[in-house]
């Protein structure tokens, strides 16, 4: 008995299947930070594809948050009406629409504003120095997360994310590489967590729909926080109201991972058993005997596809087939074809799962 497209339903949310597309950067956007047609063809594919949940690439919560040129922004009131018009794109296409909020860090990348750290350690030997944060300057960073959470809200996203991985601000302040602070914000891992702390609390007060968390779960340098150190910061992720752990890894340093398949689930397994909290799985997840594979063994409740869903938009037809499983399918996409559809009372896409199998 297959698992991977059986619906689940997250704090109300229901997503038609257990598929989403992961975040990956298109550097697509306009200069100031907004979506453009590319987005719309993008990840509208992507959802009449079959995913069910459709996360946008990283969007930044602050100017200087960028991860590189041509990334889209959530930090400023503008920028609404556009993620709104994409939101629109892809629940018309029957997926629900998920929307990452970030800050890059020490690693933006663009010369013209200054880069920020929890302290002044470059991300490379060839990087330039970031400014450390000051306590007032941590304060600006929680805001921004707090009215990106608002604007979220505005746009009609149905699932947020905290990017809270990939050697970025707020995993910078988690790791002791990056982070050699002496007071409240540092050391400790209380103290490490303090600003990822505020900033679950500030968005959680206005943000009542399901709030996943993405995590970097080792960062592959010695020294560095390990799927353990994600048993502590998990359980208190867990208290605070986040649904889901998005179960990635790396980033912190320049260094080469031997990546196969399945190599970042079982950080998954381990904080979904440990935690007793909903987690994603990631990581050159190929197929849908894959995929179903670790739903259906409780590794992790949903899978992200990434490169595989960038070669393939119709990735879970592909899984589908993959699994011999029949899934409803555009009624366009049919024998019936959509001159005929409109000439007709409306079918709903399940009537036709029999005539087209994956």
Excluded at 29 to 45: I, N, R
Aim: overall charge negative; some cysteine.
């Amino acid at each position: 008995m297959t698992k991977l497209f059986d619906p689940i339903v997250i704090r109300g949310v229901e997503f038609r299947n257990r598929i989403a597309m992961s975040p990956m950067c298109m550097h697509s956007g306009t200069l100031d930070g907004k979506v453009t047609t590319f987005h719309h063809v993008h990840y509208g594919a992507r959802a009449l594809g079959g995913a069910g949940l459709v996360f946008l690439e990283t969007t930044a919560v602050m100017p200087n948050g960028l991860i590189g040129p041509g990334d889209i922004g959530i930090w400023n009131d503008g920028q609404i009406e556009g993620l709104k018009a994409l939101t629109d794109t892809i629940h018309a296409m029957g997926a629900k629409a998920g929307c990452q909020i970030g800050h890059a860090g020490r690693q933006f990348p663009i010369e013209t504003l200054p880069s920020i750290a929890p302290s002044a350690i470059p991300f490379t030997t060839e990087s330039r120095v970031p400014e450390a944060l000051t306590v007032e300057g941590i304060d600006k960073v929680v805001e921004a997360f707090r009215t990106a959470a608002i604007r979220a809200k505005a746009a009609n996203f149905d699932v947020l994310e905290i990017h809270t991985a990939h050697g970025y601000l707020l995993n910078e302040f988690l790791s002791p590489i990056a982070n050699h602070r002496t007071d409240e914000y540092g050391g400790s891992h209380e103290n490490r967590y303090r600003i990822v702390r505020r900033v679950i609390d500030v968005i959680r007060a206005e943000w009542k729909g399901p709030l996943f968390l993405r995590i970097s779960s080792t960062d592959y340098v010695e020294g560095g926080n390990r799927p353990e150190d994600f048993l502590i910061f998990g359980k208190w992720m867990k208290e605070q109201g986040i649904d889901l752990i998005d179960c990635s890894s790396g980033g912190m340093a320049m260094i080469k991972v031997e990546s196969y398949p399945n190599y970042q689930v079982p950080a998954a397994e381990l904080i979904r058993r440990e935690v007793g909290i909903m987690t994603g799985a990631v990581g050159l997840i190929e197929t849908g005997r894959q995929a179903d594979e670790i739903i259906r063994n409780g590794r992790a409740d949903i899978v992200l596809v990434g490169r595989e869903m960038l070669k393939d938009p119709f990735w879970a037809r592909t899984a589908a087939d993959d699994l011999q499983t029949p899934i409803p399918v555009p009624a366009q996409y049919t024998r019936y074809g959509s001159a005929w559809q409109r000439s007709q009372p409306a079918l709903p896409m399940a009537a036709l799962t029999d005539t087209v199998v994956g």
